[in-house]
């Protein structure tokens, strides 16, 4: 069975840090690229960032780069998602996601030809 278990949301304040890992099993990580997704109230889901387990490639969306950093871990099959100076327009629900491939880009991670979610985690930050 195919899980994407993420864990690590919650409140924090504007400025404020915050880690989702994204725990993995039922597949052979290396051979998806894994990424995050995130959903705010009222808004369509959009892609936060990826990463190819392959080859460690990483990539960002243009509202979250140089305050987010994404890493893998394939011993653990676990992808992390390390967010720093978290602002309110950061507010979503967060979404590991995976699509089979040794390298994909970001743009081309949609909502609809995604092979994995996660459950989804909240984080909310507090102005």
């Known amino acids: 069975e195919v899980q994407l278990v993420e864990s690590g949301g919650g409140l924090v304040q504007t400025g404020g840090s915050l880690r989702l890992s994204c725990a993995a099993s039922?597949?052979?990580?290396?051979?998806?690229?894994i990424g995050w997704f995130r959903q705010a109230p009222g808004k369509e889901r959009e892609g936060v960032s990826c990463?190819?387990?392959?080859?460690?490639?990483?990539e960002y969306a243009d509202s979250v780069k140089g305050r987010f950093t994404i890493s893998s871990d394939n011993t653990r099959n676990t992808v992390y998602l390390q967010m720093n100076s978290l602002k309110p327009e950061d507010t979503a629900v967060y979404y590991c996601?995976?699509?089979?491939?040794?390298?994909?880009?970001?743009?081309?991670?949609?909502?609809?030809?995604?092979?994995?979610w996660g459950q989804g985690t909240q984080v909310t930050v507090s102005s």
């Open positions: 990463i190819s387990t392959f080859y460690g490639v990483t």
């Open positions: 039922g597949f052979t990580f290396t051979d998806y690229v």
């Open positions: 996601v995976a699509k089979r491939g040794l390298l994909i880009s970001l743009s081309s991670l949609t909502s609809h030809n995604i092979d994995y």
